[in-house]
């Protein structure tokens, strides 16, 4: 894969502070993984009340980025699967945890779950390619 330009310009639809659309996710470290807490609102449902999947998946996705970022590795998603276990409602507290499972020279894998007080709403694995 030929190297991508990857800068922050505050952006981002997930995490970026300069985007008055966005979920404006903010992400600490804990341990070895990266945990955020996400409430949706209307404007991220699908059905009436229920979130939207993609949202989820964007949020699981961002959470395993920036597991990566946070060790200093750039990359991209190159696959991802997520797997619905129950809908997360509009208005709910939410919790989103990713840490990295396995390092490669080239491949990263990582996991993501995004919980609420009803357990365990999605889970998602990933492939990262590093950058360049």
Same mark, same amino acid.
């Given at each position: ?60 996705? /961002? *959470?395993?980025? %920036?597991?990566?970022? &946070?060790? =200093? #590795?750039? +990359?991209?998603? $190159?696959?991802?699967?997520? @797997? ?13 945890e ?9 491949l990263? /894998? *990582?996991?993501? %779950?995004?919980?609420? &007080?009803s =357990? #365990?709403? +999605?889970?998602? $694995?990933?492939?990262?390619? @590093?950058?360049?």
């Open positions: 894969m030929k190297r991508l330009s990857l800068s922050d310009d505050g952006h981002c639809f997930a995490c970026g502070s300069r985007n008055p659309d966005g979920l404006r996710l903010v992400f600490r470290r804990e341990g070895g993984r990266q945990v955020a807490e996400f409430v949706p609102g209307k404007t991220h449902q699908g059905f009436k009340d229920i979130v939207h999947g993609g949202i989820i998946t964007t949020v699981l996705d /961002e *959470a395993m980025m %920036k597991a990566v970022l &946070g060790r =200093g #590795i750039e +990359a991209v998603t $190159a696959e991802i699967t997520v @797997r619905f276990r129950q809908p997360l409602h509009v208005g709910d507290r939410s919790v989103i990713a840490e990295i499972i396995k390092t490669g020279k080239r990263i /894998e *990582a996991t993501a %779950k995004i919980t609420a &007080g =357990g #365990i709403i +999605a889970e998602a $694995a990933a492939k990262l390619i @590093r950058n360049g």
